[in-house]
């Protein structure tokens, strides 16, 4: 019993990393296609957006779950991704009003670009695993 359990676990560690190295592959990939890119603001644009996927989120969950709050003090993107085929999060303000419904009608990546200051939470009503960035947003042309 324990050589099975032994084998057994030895394989689910090869077979993680065997996951990971795929996952460095594809990253070394899009950071060759990044490096390509002649144009500098549009090179510069592709390493932002690589960067952000390296971040850990801010929230993350499974299912459904109201976020704590967190405060809004200039333009954000609320940036959030789901594994799920089902997935809706309201943004609501600190009465619990909604501001904003976001629906990306299932799985995938969206943002969503906000700057009203204030305090929030986020409402998620997912089918699956979910990711939530609040990140700085930045200005058109900005390095």
Partial sequence: MTRVLAAFILAARAGAAWAQDAAIDTLRAQFAACRAKPDADERLACYDALQGQLERPIFEGRLSETTKPFRV???????????????VMYLKDEQGVVVQNLHPGGGGERSFPFASPGLYTLQVNGADTWRIWIEPQRAAGAR
Wanted: hydrophobic letters at 40%.
């Fill in 73 to 87: 003090v200039g333009p954000v993107v609320i940036r959030y991704q789901s594994d799920g085929p089902a997935f």
